[in-house]
């Protein structure tokens, strides 16, 4: 596709439930980055890949928070027993390299009750 | 720990006006410093970068200032229009760290009024 595609674009979810999001990104990037950005507040990173290195889960905030990227294209997030705290916008973005433009999805908003 | 600050949270700006966007870093090893438009239940788009080699980049109406010694970069946004109406963030990044994952800072709301 023309750029990074992220599914579902809404997700609303129970307080406990886990919840899978998708992220497509633009063919032939080798890098991919997913950020979480909250009410008024900045983008903060979660994870990036990069090829088939191992990932840089640094900015994970928790356990149960996990992602994996199959055949080194689609990615997914996996946020296990959702909290309220976890309710924000979840956006992807992927560049040809590590060292390359990002490019943003449209992001997911996850709404946790 | 804010790594990156914006200034202001939000501004108003007459059309036809200069829009500026300040932003200020802590972190010395960052080495790239793009800034992004985003428009209500849109991803950030990619609107201009720059590297500390230079000190100025200009592409079209938008403009960064950056002072490697103060640690700052701004945005100029020239003859804005109601169309720039978005919120912009700055975000910072770091090659030694791997991959330019970015640091942002947490946005400024322009409102371009006709």
């Known amino acids: 596709g023309a750029g990074v595609s992220q599914s579902p674009s809404n997700k609303v979810t129970e307080k406990g439930k886990d919840v899978e999001l998708r992220c497509d990104p633009i063919s032939g990037h080798t890098a991919l980055y997913w950020y979480r950005q909250s009410l008024g507040q900045g983008l903060e990173f979660l994870i990036y890949f990069q090829g088939n290195s191992a990932p840089d889960k640094s900015g994970l905030p928790s356990d149960r928070f996990s992602a994996e990227r199959t055949g080194g294209s689609v990615s997914t997030l996996t946020i296990q027993r959702t909290q309220q705290e976890d309710s924000a916008v979840y956006l992807c973005?992927?560049?040809?390299?590590?060292?390359?433009?990002?490019?943003f999805g449209d992001g997911t908003r996850l709404s946790i009750l | 720990q804010q790594q990156v600050k914006q200034s202001p949270q939000s501004l108003i700006v007459q059309k036809g006006g200069i829009s500026i966007i300040n932003c200020a870093y802590e972190?010395?090893?960052?080495?790239?410093f793009p800034w992004y438009q985003q428009f209500p239940g849109k991803g950030p788009a990619l609107l201009i970068a720059?590297?500390?080699?230079?000190s100025e980049k200009k592409e079209g109406r938008f403009t960064i200032s950056f002072n490697k010694s103060a640690k700052q970069f701004s945005l100029h946004i020239m003859d804005s229009q109601p169309g720039d109406s978005a919120t912009y963030f700055c975000?910072?990044?770091?090659?030694?760290?791997?991959?330019?994952?970015?640091?942002f800072g947490k946005g400024t709301k322009l409102s371009v009024i006709p």
């Open positions: 720059i590297r500390p080699d230079v």
């Open positions: 973005a992927s560049s040809r390299d590590g060292y390359q433009p990002q490019h």
């Open positions: 975000a910072a990044g770091d090659s030694g760290a791997g991959s330019y994952q970015l640091t």
């Open positions: 972190n010395t090893a960052f080495d790239y």
